[in-house]
């Protein structure tokens, strides 16, 4: 009995020797030590600037008030002597930027929104929520991000 070739036969033999390659090339290394990426998660509390990056002395940061890191995108507030707080500097109204800590609030220009300085509650809208806490650590006189 002769077998004939035709052109489907080509073609199905064809494609399913590719598919064979495609899925040996995309299976694993052999390296499945389930590691984790050490990239850092972003979102709420999540910051910009690199953990362990030296923020203030702590005698830049007022009694009473704070200061804002536009570049880390955080503000650090001193609401009593020696307790040091920190929270995003993007106001949760709009996004914009705080531009000044006055008064026992952390306020935006954009809209008028204010934020207490000892929990970042909203002290005045249009905002609904708080600005999200930061992780720092005040070690000897400095003001760290962790």
């Not at 899925?23 to 694993?28: K, L, M, P, Q």
């Amino acid at each position: 009995m002769t077998y004939e070739t035709t052109r489907r036969t080509v073609l199905l033999a064809t494609g399913a020797t590719g598919a064979a390659a495609l899925v040996a090339a995309c299976g694993g290394g052999g390296d499945d030590s389930g590691s984790a990426s050490t990239g850092s998660p972003t979102g709420d509390g999540a910051t910009s600037g690199p953990a362990g990056q030296v923020l203030a002395n702590i005698d830049e940061i007022p009694m009473g008030g704070g200061k804002i890191f536009k570049d880390e995108e955080i503000v650090v507030t001193q609401p009593e002597q020696g307790q040091f707080k920190a929270f995003s500097a993007i106001c949760t109204h709009q996004r914009c930027t705080v531009s000044t800590v006055s008064d026992g609030t952390i306020n935006c220009p954009c809209h008028g929104s204010k934020f207490r300085i000892a929990d970042g509650a909203v002290a005045h809208g249009p905002a609904t929520r708080p600005l999200p806490a930061e992780k720092i650590t005040v070690e000897g006189n400095s003001v760290r991000l962790t």
